[in-house]
């Protein structure tokens, strides 16, 4: 199940690899809380990144509550025990999850 799409960014060519993308959401969803608070810069990229290919609305990732503020909390200790890990464990896999008919690439 490969499928890739070309996509362009001011005049950048960039290509989104499904195949890629599943097998990163995967390995984050796969992962216990150590790993994932070990490897969370690349959490939170690939949810930036998700949440875009996605089109997910700002309110549900940027807002006090978002997925992508309460991961940015996870990366400082000062705010870091504000977050429940588990509640946005299950955020970030029932948002970020990726198949061929939720990907809205803009820029094909």
């Given at each position: 199940?490969?499928?890739q799409?070309?996509y ?17 959401y995967?390995r984050f ?13 690349d ?14 609305p700002?309110?549900?990732?940027l807002?006090?509550?978002g ?12 705010t ?12 970030f ?9 939720n990907?809205?690439?803009?820029y094909?």
């Amino acid at each position: 199940m490969n499928w890739q799409v070309e996509y362009k960014i001011n005049n950048k060519t960039f290509l989104f690899d499904y195949k890629t993308v599943k097998k990163e959401y995967n390995r984050f969803k796969e992962m216990d809380n150590k790993s994932f608070l070990i490897n969370i810069v690349d959490a939170l990229h690939f949810a930036c990144y998700v949440s875009w290919i996605k089109n997910i609305p700002t309110k549900d990732t940027l807002s006090d509550q978002g997925l992508i503020h309460q991961l940015v909390h996870l990366l400082k200790e000062s705010t870091s025990d504000c977050v429940n890990l588990k509640e946005l464990r299950v955020l970030f896999n029932e948002n970020l999850i990726i198949n061929k008919k939720n990907i809205k690439l803009p820029y094909k």
